[in-house]
């Protein structure tokens, strides 16, 4: 087969495969006219213009790139996603719109169970509340006297906790955009924070963790183990661990 007969699929299939996660190999077969994708039990050759489709290889699924380049890519794209409704949904991604507003780098964002309201936190100090489907600011949360660093959510979708380069973490109601309480203890900038799924807990991250009672404020216990900073928290769905990534090229439960 020569050059010139040849479409461009393989770094196509790569491009479509590696983000899904789907293809955990992909290799020109060896009559070099199919991409060949191994996983269990699944062969999915991919078809150049011109070529014709190996005997072992007739009676596995394929996509045809011989008589309609960009159909071809959508078949190949619904193979990969397991059906029609998933590819579709891939297909249409792109950027509804854009929120603007801070006047510092923004730094995460947090999204109420129910998906209508992000939550920003800013370089400028503040937080900021957003209606999703429009785009537009609802209000500011202002308090912080630092960069504010994370945020989290509530499972309720009521409340919004922050924490920031000023050493402390802010309780806030989303509703209102009414400042709850301040949460003071850390001596270091707090760089996560998590919160627990039946909203009673926050856990917080700096040289050290801290767990917190957010309806009256209260440190509850601190977690020491790590050697440097700590970059990040999570929660279990149980409530029951927090898993923290740190600085010290470790993790700990």
Sequence with gaps: ???RHRRGIGPISAH????????RQVQECPQRNCVRAE???????????DCTLPLQLLRVLHVDFRKDYDQGLKELLKTLLGGKQQAARFESVRELRTLTGHSGGVYAVAVTPDGQIPVSASLD???KVWELASGRE???LTGHSGGVYAVAVTPDGQLAVSASHD???????LGSGRELRTLTGHTNPVSAVAVTPDGELAVSASYALKVWELASGRELRTLRGHTDYVNAAAVMPDGKLAVSA????TLKV
């Design 16 to 23: 479509v495969a590696g983000p899904l996660s789907l293809l």
């Design 1 to 3: 087969m020569g050059q």
């Design 138 to 140: 609802l209000r500011t």
């Design 246 to 249: 740190s600085k010290d090229q």
């Design 125 to 127: 100090k503040t937080l």
């Design 167 to 173: 050493k402390t973490l802010k309780v806030w109601e």
């Design 39 to 49: 996983q269990p039990k699944k062969i999915i050759p991919v078809l150049y213009q």
